[in-house]
């Protein structure tokens, strides 16, 4: 599986750097999922966002089904007027072999785990989830 560690990709970017470098091989338990969160902190300092991300890594990552995973902050000194959103703090990015693993990440006890001891940290979680079309040419 590959693993990496990025800094606050937006959605559309994420989305194209993961088609761009994952195999879309045709499944015919559905189309890869794209599962991006957004967390906004209550408290915005550096160390409560390495906190989050700490804990993303620890719960969030190597789970059965996801095919690539990543986590970062927010790339503060990128700013693209008037498209960039800003009020984030921590994004993940997992895309899923298909929706049923997705669904089994979300009922996982390291999930729930993650959210316990997480949610009282963040002030707004926004997931954007989308099905993956093939790259291929």
């Not at 959103?85 to 921590?90: E, N, S, T």
């Not at 899923?96 to 316990?116: I, Q, S, T």
């Amino acid at each position: 599986m590959k693993r990496l560690l990025v800094s606050g990709l937006a959605p559309a970017l994420a989305v194209a750097l993961i088609a761009g470098n994952l195999s879309q091989a045709a499944d015919k338990s559905g189309p890869q999922l794209a599962h991006v969160v957004y967390f906004t902190l209550k408290d915005h300092s550096t160390e409560a966002r390495e906190q989050l991300v700490a804990s993303c890594q620890k719960y969030l990552n190597g789970h059965e089904g996801a095919v690539w995973f990543s986590v970062g902050t927010i790339a503060e000194d990128v700013d693209e007027p008037p498209v960039s959103v800003r009020d984030f703090d921590v994004a993940i990015n997992v895309v899923f072999r298909d929706k049923a693993a997705k669904e089994a990440y979300l009922v996982n006890p390291r999930h729930k785990e993650f959210v316990a001891k997480n949610k009282d940290v963040w002030s707004k979680v926004r997931v954007f989830d989308s099905y993956l079309v093939s790259s291929s040419k």
